[in-house]
């Protein structure tokens, strides 16, 4: 028995030396060996397997209902709608942030939807392929609305409370230097810390993910004298991602998230999409399925994303459920708005 | 044990000596200037402190969120529809409970001592009062009387069969395997995936897992360690000596993310397996140093002795050795099984809802935001309710098992 237990400890020394250096050497991973796609592997299975964090305010938590929800959890529940004409065809795996690049390499997960920041090195060493940002985070600052600072020159010989160890401290003091302002940075080990420090007054500032800073005025005794500077210090955009050289699968979960976004932009919405079934706009009758053969051609059934705005709605609901006017955050649009509103999101044609 | 020397001494009051306690607290506390500064010091301090956290648990703290989110806590994603199963295997450990705790106390004259009776009046009283249990006492209250009756049953039992504790061993051995059956499904049973499973029964599940698989797998190491054949003993060694050297965090994660590197899709072992393997491969090694010191405190007599009976090996170590040892090592193992459960909070690491990996789960719920300290409060509470349990399991077992004289 020990003998046995050793020598298998042993044995995954010596493979887990052989498969850190495989992993760097093939970006593909056992997701995609043997040339058929995930989409098969999926429609078979008959169920789609969605890695999510599970513990992110208004990203992805479980309800009291014992159901998963979230902006996150929705993105995946479009894809299983557009799958399976069933929103609740979805397993959720939680992922904690280092297991989640090689559970969707590993073929653990069929997609992520973990609150990831797209990047190049993910997107070519770590062997990833990012769908459309769904949410367009970025280190805010925080301040009380009393204390009358509206910009980041404000903060002259003005104490800021910081996260130490993160991009959030490094991106502070560039910002701060490039605007010649000269502050005081106030640096904890711990968010918890951070938090109460600025709730106590030691410093008139708190800088971290503005998605995250939202969440956390939530939290503090009065949440309405708390205001997010419009300044943004660094890019983090968000979205959910699938593995390398799999194009088939890749293109089903980036044409179901920029479905979503053309959905808000046509003013489809959950409600009113029967209205629009039988539409005389061609670019709506192709979009629902109803002309044209878009889902076909993707392995899909053709009305796929009549399927996803019934069961999930389009993007705006979506984001207004969990992070906007109808959640407790409140969060404005800003730059997850459509193109047309000022914002970044656009979706290429459906044609 | 005989009593130290000392206490012959102070047998009885000395003549003149006041009891009572503001007699007691004079000489105690308050026996000259200091002592009172210092009586007082700590007293404002623990009133104080007790005062702020009792005007928060009930004036400030929102416990809603506790028994709105129970059957979560309790146990995860579990579909709400299959929450039969769960009642159903509690309701079969009551019943081992209740026979095993009959056929131990069957020498007793009174099994339902007036301290047993208050226990079970107040546990009963908890589940009716208590908010988060409220919903359930219909079905909590019934549990209570299974393990009392059982316990009846099992005291008859017990006096009339001998077998009766081999037997309620292997019940409860048995019953590892239905609890199997009950919540992963199968033979007959929807399967519930392991990913469903969370909460205090996932939690449960891997502890006792991991207790009832590291537990052989230490004594086997532990022996051999101190085998007098080279090899064996090397590789024992070599064992303890390298999982003892690497932290648990770290075998989990080589658990979770290593292991589908390298295993085909389809042939991986579960998460839950995976998590439960590293557990038990991680406690059998402090285990088997805590076998071994028993082992070295068994004196070389007895195994002379053994011999001189002409008992082999296996029979020297199974009937001389190990029962002597193990009883010697019961505190160290108990300790060991107490740290085991609590490593499994490390399971929320690894992406497992377990207790406390379903309370952050809650807690990121837009509705609770912020609730951190009367969740967390929770939570250690019931981590604290097991593990007292455990402890006060293996110091009645100890008694039980005391030969010394």
Known sequence: MKKWGF???AAALTLAACGGSTDTASDGGPGTSGGASRLQTVLSRGQLICGVDGGIPGFSFVDESGAYSGLDVEVCRAVAAALFDDPNAVEFRRLDSTERFTALSGGEVDMLSRNTTWTISRDTSVGMEFAPTTFYDGQGMMVRVDSGITD????????????TGTTTELNLTDQMRRLGVEFEPVVFQDADAAYAAYDEGRCEGITSDKSQLIARRSTLPNPDEHTLLEVTMSKEPLG??????DSAWFDVVKWVTFGLIQAEEFGITSENVEEFLGSDDPNIARFLGEEGTLGTDMGLPNDFMYRVVTHVGNYGEIYERNLGSESEFNLERGLNDLWTNGGLLYAPPFR | MTTTTSGSFSAGPPAGAKIGPIAWARKHLFSDWFNSLLTLIIVSVLGFAGFRLITWAFIQAQWLLIPNNIGLLMSGTYPSNQYWRIWTLLGVVCTLAGLSWGIIARNL????SPWVLGGIAVVSAFFVVFPATRPSSMILLPMVAIVAVMAWVGRLVGRKLAIAGQLISLLWFVSYFVALWLIGGGLGLRTISTNDWGGLVLTLFTAISGIA????????LALGRR?????????????IELVRGVPLVALLFMGQVMIPLFLPEGARPDRVVRAIIALSLFSAAYLAENVRAGLQAVPRGQQEAAASLGLNTPLTLTLIVLPQALKIAIPA???QFISLFQDTTLLAIVGLAELLGMGRSVLANPAYLGRYAEMYLFLGIIYWVFCYAMSLGSRKLEQKLNTTH
């Open chain 1, 7 to 9: 020598l298998g400890l």
């Open chain 1, 152 to 163: 980041l020159e404000d903060f002259a010989g003005r104490a800021v409370c910081v996260e």
């Open chain 1, 240 to 245: 959910p991602l699938t593995v390398n050289n």
């Open chain 2, 109 to 112: 004259s009174r099994l339902f």
């Open chain 2, 213 to 220: 698989l590291s537990f052989p797998l230490g004594m086997i």
């Open chain 2, 227 to 239: 085998s007098e054949l080279p090899v064996v003993r090397w590789l024992a060694t070599a064992y």
């Open chain 2, 333 to 335: 193992i108990v300790g």
